[in-house]
């Protein structure tokens, strides 16, 4: 296994909550890169997304993300698109071992659906409207969340943090 673990994934997929336990079980720092960026720009990401766009969003998630690879042994989870945009998976693949956590799209849609957190893409989606952007939008990045060096499915939303921490 490699110093750094990054987790990737689609929006409620539990990248935060997996990385932290992985992070746990193996006595490595955490960094949830939705937090670090919030920590760097002193403020939320959605209102960083209203306020600036999505584009200057993805550069700021971007240098965090380039930061936290350079850490040193750690447990990084991303924001669902960051692995997405530019090079981030080939930069993800070259400094760390990569785990994709895949879920079924019902499964993504509930846990999106009873989320408590702000998530500026899908904030104010009725039902229709998210079923449809979980269903695109993971045809679009699935791609991308594949080249991670290992995917790890569950088709009832839990994993096991103690298999992700054992993978080689």
Known sequence: MSEIITIVGFSGAGKSVVGAKVAQLLGVPFVDLDLAIEERYRTSIPILFSKYGED?????????????????RCVVSTGGGAPCFGDAMQLINSCSTSVYLKLPEEILFCNLKK??????????????????????????RAPFYEMAHHTVFSDDGLFNAGEIAELP
């Open 56 to 72: 200057v969003f993805r550069k700021c998630e971007r240098k965090v993300l380039e930061e936290a690879l350079q850490r040193g």
């Open 115 to 140: 989320s408590k957190r702000r998530r500026p893409l899908t904030d104010k989606m009725e039902e229709a409207q998210l079923r449809q952007y979980i269903h695109d939008t993971l045809s679009r």
